[in-house]
Protein backbone atom coordinates (compact mmCIF):
# COMPACT_ATOMS: atom_id res chain seq x y z
CA UNK A 1 0.00 0.00 0.00
CA UNK A 2 2.25 2.97 -1.03
CA UNK A 3 1.29 6.41 1.66
CA UNK A 4 0.11 9.53 -0.34
CA UNK A 5 0.94 12.55 1.45
CA UNK A 6 -1.10 15.36 2.26
CA UNK A 7 0.06 18.93 0.73
CA UNK A 8 2.17 20.75 3.05
CA UNK A 9 1.52 24.69 3.47
CA UNK A 10 4.42 25.50 1.67
CA UNK A 11 2.98 23.63 -2.08
CA UNK A 12 -0.75 24.75 -3.09
CA UNK A 13 -3.41 21.45 -3.15
CA UNK A 14 -4.37 19.79 -5.85
CA UNK A 15 -7.89 21.38 -7.64
CA UNK A 16 -9.19 17.80 -6.86
CA UNK A 17 -11.06 16.77 -3.81
CA UNK A 18 -9.08 14.82 -1.39
CA UNK A 19 -10.92 12.11 1.07
CA UNK A 20 -10.71 12.92 4.84
CA UNK A 21 -11.62 11.04 7.94
CA UNK A 22 -13.24 13.08 10.55
CA UNK A 23 -13.30 12.07 13.88
CA UNK A 24 -14.57 14.03 16.85
CA UNK A 25 -12.17 15.00 19.89
CA UNK A 26 -13.93 16.83 23.07
CA UNK A 27 -13.86 20.44 21.64
CA UNK A 28 -14.52 19.94 18.14
CA UNK A 29 -14.70 17.63 15.01
CA UNK A 30 -10.85 16.97 13.30
CA UNK A 31 -9.94 15.62 9.51
CA UNK A 32 -6.69 13.36 8.46
CA UNK A 33 -6.14 12.18 5.15
CA UNK A 34 -7.59 9.28 4.35
CA UNK A 35 -4.87 7.69 2.75
CA UNK A 36 -2.92 7.13 5.62
CA UNK A 37 -5.45 5.39 7.81
CA UNK A 38 -5.27 1.81 8.02
CA UNK A 39 -8.39 0.98 9.91
CA UNK A 40 -10.78 1.71 12.75
CA UNK A 41 -10.64 -0.27 15.82
CA UNK A 42 -12.71 -0.30 19.16
CA UNK A 43 -9.79 0.14 22.25
CA UNK A 44 -8.64 -2.87 23.56
CA UNK A 45 -6.29 -3.88 26.45
CA UNK A 46 -3.45 -1.27 26.75
CA UNK A 47 -0.16 -1.86 28.38
CA UNK A 48 1.36 1.09 29.53
CA UNK A 49 5.10 2.13 28.69
CA UNK A 50 6.87 3.45 31.28
CA UNK A 51 9.10 6.81 30.72
CA UNK A 52 6.57 7.80 27.81
CA UNK A 53 5.19 11.43 27.24
CA UNK A 54 1.44 11.69 29.24
CA UNK A 55 -0.02 11.27 25.80
CA UNK A 56 1.33 8.06 24.68
CA UNK A 57 -1.43 5.77 26.58
CA UNK A 58 0.41 2.56 25.91
CA UNK A 59 0.67 -0.14 23.33
CA UNK A 60 -1.46 -2.77 22.30
CA UNK A 61 -1.55 -6.07 20.30
CA UNK A 62 -2.58 -5.73 16.56
CA UNK A 63 -2.40 -9.23 15.15
CA UNK A 64 1.45 -10.02 16.43
CA UNK A 65 2.37 -6.32 16.34
CA UNK A 66 3.19 -3.86 18.75
CA UNK A 67 1.49 -0.32 18.24
CA UNK A 68 1.80 3.01 19.98
CA UNK A 69 -1.69 4.34 21.12
CA UNK A 70 -1.39 8.10 21.35
CA UNK A 71 -3.96 10.16 23.13
CA UNK A 72 -4.55 12.73 20.73
CA UNK A 73 -6.47 15.22 22.65
CA UNK A 74 -3.09 15.06 24.43
CA UNK A 75 -1.20 15.05 22.25
CA UNK A 76 -2.64 18.47 21.29
CA UNK A 77 -2.10 19.92 24.29
CA UNK A 78 -5.45 19.28 25.72
CA UNK A 79 -6.83 17.24 29.16
CA UNK A 80 -6.43 13.28 28.49
CA UNK A 81 -9.18 12.20 26.64
CA UNK A 82 -11.45 10.07 28.90
CA UNK A 83 -13.06 6.93 27.10
CA UNK A 84 -16.44 6.63 26.34
CA UNK A 85 -19.03 4.47 24.58
CA UNK A 86 -17.78 5.97 21.26
CA UNK A 87 -13.78 5.75 21.42
CA UNK A 88 -12.59 4.08 19.07
CA UNK A 89 -8.61 3.67 17.35
CA UNK A 90 -7.17 4.69 14.52
CA UNK A 91 -4.50 2.73 13.36
CA UNK A 92 -2.29 5.24 10.66
CA UNK A 93 0.96 4.61 8.80
CA UNK A 94 3.64 7.23 9.67
CA UNK A 95 7.39 7.49 8.67
CA UNK A 96 10.33 7.15 10.95
CA UNK A 97 14.00 7.10 9.28
CA UNK A 98 12.45 6.03 5.57
CA UNK A 99 10.49 2.80 7.36
CA UNK A 100 6.50 2.56 7.48
CA UNK A 101 5.63 2.27 11.14
CA UNK A 102 1.84 1.70 12.61
CA UNK A 103 0.77 4.43 15.39
CA UNK A 104 -2.71 4.47 16.72
CA UNK A 105 -4.97 7.76 17.38
CA UNK A 106 -7.25 7.33 20.64
CA UNK A 107 -10.14 9.53 19.62
CA UNK A 108 -13.86 10.13 21.26
CA UNK A 109 -15.71 8.79 18.05
CA UNK A 110 -14.82 8.79 14.27
CA UNK A 111 -17.50 10.50 12.60
CA UNK A 112 -17.27 9.93 8.32
CA UNK A 113 -15.29 10.32 5.65
CA UNK A 114 -15.81 13.73 3.67
CA UNK A 115 -14.46 14.49 0.13
CA UNK A 116 -12.74 18.18 0.82
CA UNK A 117 -11.96 20.09 -2.60
CA UNK A 118 -9.18 21.88 -2.14
CA UNK A 119 -10.83 25.24 -3.27
CA UNK A 120 -12.76 24.72 0.76
CA UNK A 121 -9.83 24.23 2.77
CA UNK A 122 -8.07 27.17 4.01
CA UNK A 123 -4.68 28.10 5.80
CA UNK A 124 -4.31 27.87 9.50
CA UNK A 125 -5.27 31.36 11.27
CA UNK A 126 -2.45 32.80 12.39
CA UNK A 127 -4.34 32.96 16.00
CA UNK A 128 -7.24 31.77 17.87
CA UNK A 129 -6.88 27.86 18.00
CA UNK A 130 -6.15 25.98 20.92
CA UNK A 131 -3.61 23.53 19.75
CA UNK A 132 -0.05 24.20 17.93
CA UNK A 133 -0.60 26.23 14.93
CA UNK A 134 1.96 23.83 13.04
CA UNK A 135 -0.49 20.86 13.84
CA UNK A 136 -2.85 22.12 11.19
CA UNK A 137 -2.59 21.87 7.41
CA UNK A 138 -5.68 23.89 6.89
CA UNK A 139 -9.42 24.41 7.89
CA UNK A 140 -11.68 22.61 5.72
CA UNK A 141 -15.22 24.19 5.21
CA UNK A 142 -18.12 21.76 5.24
CA UNK A 143 -21.47 22.56 4.87
CA UNK A 144 -21.19 25.96 6.52
CA UNK A 145 -18.55 24.71 9.79
CA UNK A 146 -14.70 24.67 9.41
CA UNK A 147 -13.39 21.05 10.08
CA UNK A 148 -9.56 21.30 11.53
CA UNK A 149 -7.26 18.79 9.02
CA UNK A 150 -3.85 17.84 10.90
CA UNK A 151 -0.99 17.53 9.55
CA UNK A 152 0.65 14.28 10.09
CA UNK A 153 3.98 15.00 9.44
CA UNK A 154 4.00 17.76 12.24
CA UNK A 155 1.04 16.54 14.62
CA UNK A 156 1.59 12.94 14.91
CA UNK A 157 6.15 13.38 14.31
CA UNK A 158 7.58 10.03 15.19
CA UNK A 159 10.79 11.57 15.70
CA UNK A 160 9.72 14.38 17.80
CA UNK A 161 7.41 12.10 20.07
CA UNK A 162 10.26 9.63 20.54
CA UNK A 163 12.50 12.91 21.82
CA UNK A 164 9.71 13.45 23.93
CA UNK A 165 9.94 10.12 25.32
CA UNK A 166 13.98 10.54 25.96
CA UNK A 167 15.60 11.71 29.09
CA UNK A 168 15.68 15.65 29.04
CA UNK A 169 12.82 15.54 26.31
CA UNK A 170 10.24 18.75 26.77
CA UNK A 171 7.57 18.24 29.40
CA UNK A 172 6.12 21.29 27.94
CA UNK A 173 4.57 19.18 24.93
CA UNK A 174 5.12 16.13 26.45
CA UNK A 175 1.16 16.37 28.17
Do not use: H, W
Not at 77 to 93: D, E, H, L, N, S
Not at 124 to 148: A, C, D, N, Y
Request: hydrophobic fraction near 45%.
Amino acid sequence: MSIRQAPTRDEPPSEAAAQYLTFVLADGVYAMDISSVREIIQPGPLTPVPLMPAFVRGVINLRGAVVPVIDLQARLGKPPAVAGKKTCIVIFQAEREGETIALGLLVDAVSEVLDIPATEIEPPPPFGTSIQREFILGMGKVKGRFVIILDPAKALDVDEMAALAAPGGSPATAG
